[in-house]
């Protein structure tokens, strides 16, 4: 399963840190090799808040996910091997996303389309967000990242903030939950860096489109 990106609009940012001035910590620019740089690692899905019915759907049924991104500057693309829990089952998936270095942007084909999400960072350095249809509040969401599989108070505090700063309640999120993962059948092995429970996770290559 990939990391589900979609279409954002860098224009209506400056419309919403005026409607809110803590808003204007949370920022998109144009990315930089340093940029790539810092969101290079391991990193962990924690929630999302989606109105897209197909987003919302989807983020329902993982229930944890972690990945690695490997950017290469010179091609302007991400290396992306993802470890996922769906349904007790660990599913691994290796693809590549593509940077739009002007725009902010990260995108990726997904069964022969292309979806785009912004990258936002906020306050802390230790977390990152994607935005996905900024321009349609009806299909609008936010993707929340942390490099560690459990959030900190503050930095869930972040992830609402953020979502006030685009209209969105925090109830509108969906978190995910290790412990559930450790407690069953379906953790991904070993990265994870908790106890392996399932060591069969199989793996689905899909190269450039």
Request: with cysteine; net charge neutral; charged share 20%.
């Amino acid at each position: 399963m990939a990391l589900p990106l979609a279409l954002a609009v860098l224009s209506l940012l400056p419309l919403l840190n005026a409607q809110n001035p803590a808003c204007a910590n949370l920022t998109v620019a144009p990315m930089t090799n340093a940029t790539l740089d810092r969101i290079s690692g391991k990193w962990f899905y924690i929630a999302s808040a989606h109105r897209d019915p197909e987003y919302n759907q989807s983020s329902r049924i993982i229930q944890a996910a972690f990945f690695h991104f490997t950017p290469n500057h010179t091609e302007d693309q991400i290396l992306l091997r993802e470890y996922i829990t769906v349904r007790d089952k660990c599913v691994y998936n290796s693809s590549y996303l593509w940077v739009q270095r002007e725009n902010g942007t990260i995108s990726k084909y997904v069964w022969g389309r292309e979806h785009f999400g912004h990258l936002l960072f906020f306050k802390d350095p230790k977390i990152f967000f994607l935005a996905s249809n900024l321009d349609n509040k009806k299909k609008q969401g936010l993707f929340f990242y942390t490099d560690n599989p459990v959030a900190t108070k503050e930095q869930l505090e972040e992830f609402h903030e953020a979502l006030a700063c685009l209209g969105m309640h925090k109830s509108e999120a969906v978190y995910t939950d290790w412990k559930k993962v450790h407690a069953g059948t379906g953790q991904c092995p070993p990265e994870s860096g908790l106890a392996l429970v399932n060591t069969g996770c199989p793996e689905r290559d899909s190269s450039q489109p």
